[in-house]
């Protein structure tokens, strides 16, 4: 019987064999390799390629559901990235085992930790915009237009709106450095994300310590207060690391770990301090902004920053046991499959 294609989600932290049948025993599967696991299911799909929309939405939704089950089983687990397939088990466990000193490392700096979105948005924005055009500058300056409104311009118009979007910009930050300022009191981290529209005014996700929960919401609350009735907070959690340590698997071959080498002018072995060193100083000569009469200097600059980020995943698990890695095509060959943190 062929194997069935394997669906990857995350990997969790076993510390016995008797953990893991909490998981089986609620139907989830996992593959392990010394004290960690995958957590996967059998699939007849091999790529993300071909799914429609709808099956994508389906394939996050159950991606997501499953991860918060292994989560409320008391597994703190590193997400995979959305749509993460393998061939077969035994390349699972060639991923845990040759990626195993990197995810271990990954474990345990997500263990104990949680990640909460928190989104701010205006509560009424045509209240907002009202109480923005009658500020002081913006009033008098369509007084005065008003005074002569035969001799009103499109220039004119234009400068109203400019104004009126300085002013809500400014608001919009004022509000987001106050709750990033005292939500990171009670936070390890966070990393903004991008935000809809003008109605919303961060899309932000903290990593907490689970132990610190209550103080995080607790200051929530004390957010929601402070700011009256002028926002909306939507809070979504707790979630795992998805912002700061979703996992992926790339797949490489020898051509490009020697283009990597090549723009780096580094040598057939290296470590890690050795090629973060080659890189800066190549890039401090070719960074567009030291360069900016020069033409071609932001893809020479692109192409350094891929080839530190290609040589630093492979040495991450390409590693001996004196801290280089090795660049010769045998060793390269042995390391095809890497896994890193999510770009």
């Not at 389906?58 to 918060?68: A, D, G, S």
């Not at 369509?142 to 118009?157: G, V």
């Not at 998805?242 to 580094?266: G, P, R």
């Not at 973060?276 to 033409?295: C, I, T």
Request: proline residues 2%; aromatic residues 8%; hydrophobic residues 35%.
């Amino acid at each position: 019987m062929v194997e069935k294609t394997k669906y990857i989600y995350g990997i969790i932290l076993n510390t016995n064999t008797s953990d893991t049948s909490i998981l089986r025993a609620e139907g989830i599967n996992v593959i392990s390799y010394k004290d960690i696991s995958a957590v996967v299911k059998d699939s007849d799909e091999d790529d993300c390629l071909n799914l429609t929309k709808e099956e994508m939405a389906k394939m996050l939704v159950h991606h997501q559901q499953t991860i918060e089950k292994v989560m409320a089983n008391g597994f703190s687990i590193v997400p995979m990235k959305l749509g993460t397939f393998a061939d077969s088990n035994h390349e699972i466990e060639n991923i845990l085992s040759t990626g195993y000193p990197f995810i271990k490392n990954i474990l345990n700096e997500v263990d104990g930790k949680i990640e909460i979105n928190i989104i701010a948005l205006w509560s009424d924005f045509g209240i907002t915009l009202k109480e923005i055009s009658e500020e002081k500058e913006i009033h008098e300056f369509k007084q005065k237009l008003m005074s002569d409104p035969a001799n009103i311009t499109i220039d004119d118009q234009k400068k109203i709106g400019i104004m009126i979007g300085t002013a809500l910009a400014k608001k919009k930050k004022d509000y987001a450095d106050i709750i990033h300022k005292d939500l990171s009191t009670v936070s390890i981290q966070n990393v903004p994300h991008e935000v809809m529209n003008d109605q919303m005014l961060i899309n932000t996700a903290f990593l907490i310590d689970q132990n610190e929960q209550g103080k995080f919401d607790n200051m929530v609350d004390e957010l929601n207060s402070k700011c009256e009735d002028k926002l909306n907070f939507r809070y979504v959690g707790p979630l795992p690391c998805y912002s700061l340590y979703t996992l992926e698997v790339e797949h490489i071959d020898f051509d490009d770990i020697q283009w990597a080498k090549n723009k780096l002018a580094l040598n057939d072995t290296a470590n890690l301090k050795e090629i973060k060193k080659a890189y800066k100083s190549k890039a401090l000569k070719v960074h567009p902004d030291k360069n900016m009469d020069k033409m071609g200097m932001d893809e020479k600059f692109h192409d350094l920053n891929i080839a530190y980020k290609t040589l630093t995943a492979y040495c991450m698990i390409a590693v001996n046991s004196e801290g280089y890695c090795s660049f010769m095509e045998d060793d390269v060959n042995n390391n095809t499959t890497i896994i890193k943190l999510k770009d």
